[in-house]
């Protein structure tokens, strides 16, 4: 399966966003990666502009080109916002609502989860972790997976009423897909409308 395997620190610089979650290299120095990284002070195109913002949406969520062209033109064809739609069709990916749910620590950790056979759906063991998960599914840990450390710790200090489109069961380690997410309501700090005009070249 391809993904990025390369230096998350270095992507975080290059965008000054903690885009995989909390890092401290990029924190203590967050400027870009590179000789003259603290000193560059260089004008950006409006290409560079939108395709920056294209480039941190991918990172993001853990999304390939040719994938995320796709998700791209799938919300084309969508009544709605263009680039509304595209995110909330990012944010419906398995591997991102796991992650939502606090089943992993990141979305790289939850797409290996899916990866592995140790996510269901309803039940049923989904692997594929582009699958889109649909309004009222359940998504939940295999029993006999439920003790393991890297799921344990996960969920250890997590607020999980804090996604207003996801239903969590404590009990049963499980959550629901309520309704697709609003714009508003999902945290990622990405313009998508620099998106949609890139690629509407």
């Given at each position: 399966?391809?993904?990025?395997?390369?230096?998350k620190s270095k992507i975080a610089r290059k965008f000054g966003e903690p885009i995989?979650?909390?890092?401290?290299?990029?924190?203590?120095?967050?400027?870009?990666?590179?000789?003259?990284?603290?000193?560059?002070?260089?004008?950006?195109?409006?290409?560079?502009?939108?395709?920056?913002?294209?480039?941190?949406?991918?990172?993001?969520?853990?999304?390939?080109?040719?994938?995320?062209?796709?998700?791209?033109?799938?919300?084309?064809?969508?009544?709605?916002?263009?680039?509304?739609?595209?995110?909330?069709?990012?944010?419906?990916?398995?591997?991102?609502?796991?992650?939502?749910?606090?089943?992993?620590?990141?979305?790289?950790?939850?797409?290996?989860?899916?990866?592995?056979?140790?996510?269901?759906?309803?039940?049923?063991?989904?692997?594929?972790?582009?699958?889109?998960?649909?309004?009222?599914?359940?998504?939940?840990?295999?029993?006999?997976?439920?003790?393991?450390?890297?799921?344990?710790?996960?969920f250890n200090g997590f607020n999980h009423s804090k996604y207003p489109w996801l239903?969590?069961d404590n009990n049963s380690m499980s959550g629901k897909f309520l309704h697709i997410?609003?714009?508003?309501?999902?945290?990622?700090?990405?313009?998508?409308?620099?998106?949609?005009?890139?690629?509407?070249?």
């Open positions: 399966m391809a993904r990025y395997t390369g230096p995989f979650g909390p890092d401290k290299a990029q924190a203590r120095r967050n400027f870009p990666p590179g000789q003259h990284g603290n000193s560059r002070k260089r004008k950006t195109s409006e290409y560079g502009v939108q395709l920056r913002e294209k480039q941190k949406a991918k990172y993001t969520y853990g999304v390939l080109e040719k994938q995320f062209r796709n998700l791209f033109e799938k919300a084309q064809t969508k009544k709605g916002i263009t680039g509304e739609i595209l995110l909330q069709l990012l944010e419906c990916r398995l591997d991102n609502v796991v992650y939502r749910l606090g089943i992993a620590p990141t979305r790289a950790a939850a797409r290996q989860l899916v990866s592995h056979k140790h996510i269901v759906v309803d039940g049923a063991v989904v692997n594929i972790p582009s699958y889109a998960v649909k309004q009222g599914q359940v998504i939940g840990v295999r029993e006999k997976n439920k003790s393991m450390i890297v799921i344990t710790d996960s239903e969590w997410p609003e714009r508003a309501d999902i945290p990622e700090n990405i313009k998508e409308q620099l998106i949609v005009e890139l690629y509407s070249k």
